[in-house]
């Protein structure tokens, strides 16, 4: 049927859990990571696969749910609600985007509002309350891409074969924006700044990498 998935990114506490998140995204056939919020991100930890993969920016959930309904996805909030389903019952209908909550609060009530259904991960030892966003990422996106019949990546020896790299899609710089779209990122950055994901004194930090251009359909 050629279901896609997808991750959204938005008040994530480590900012270069953006860099594990991509490889993790890469090796699971993730079709976009999705964030949303400021436009920087540090991709450390990515070991070269954000190259692979495609992002796309939005100044707020409201935006991308707009977007993701667009594509005909559902949004999977990973959280333990007291409806969430157990990800290995594979309770997928379509394409669907993974909403990861906050390593140390969850998913926010806005987060939750704009989720269609939520998974949690089952555990069985007793040592820790839960996982890292990272580790439970890799969990759910490997559940959705054996549901979805993703093909399997061809292996060399002891590793799978990776791609040739993509050619570049647009400057590693900020897009333009108009008056309008400024005003939106401001507040938006306000309304993230105590979260920890973006971190303003960092922001001009070399070690911050650039989304490259906004990407457009078609």
């Not at 559902?74 to 290995?88: H, K």
């Not at 990422?137 to 959705?144: C, D, G, K, T, W």
């Not at 549901?147 to 020896?157: C, L, N, P, Q, T």
């Amino acid at each position: 049927m050629g279901w896609e998935s997808y991750v959204v990114v938005h008040n994530i506490a480590k900012r270069h859990n953006v860099g594990t998140l991509a490889r993790s995204a890469t090796a699971f056939g993730v079709s976009e990571l999705i964030l949303v919020g400021r436009r920087d991100f540090n991709c450390f930890g990515s070991h070269g696969s954000s190259s692979h993969l495609r992002f796309r920016h939005f100044h707020s959930l409201h935006d991308a749910r707009d977007f993701l309904k667009d594509k005909g996805c559902d949004i999977c909030g990973v959280e333990i609600t007291n409806d969430a389903l157990p990800v290995n019952h594979h309770p997928f209908k379509k394409s669907t985007a993974f909403l990861l909550g906050n390593e140390g609060q969850g998913l926010s009530p806005k987060e939750i509002q704009i989720c269609d259904f939520f998974v949690y991960i089952p555990q069985y030892g007793a040592g820790t309350a839960s996982l890292n966003v990272t580790v439970a990422a890799s969990i759910v996106l490997h559940h959705f891409a054996v549901w979805a019949g993703f093909e399997e990546r061809s292996r060399d020896g002891s590793k799978f074969v990776v791609g040739e790299r993509p050619v570049k899609q647009g400057r590693r710089n900020y897009c333009t924006e108009a008056k309008d779209s400024i005003i939106e990122e401001r507040k938006a950055r306000r309304e993230s700044a105590a979260n920890g994901f973006f971190d303003e004194a960092e922001s001009s930090n070399s070690s911050a990498n650039l989304l490259d251009t906004l990407f457009v359909d078609g």
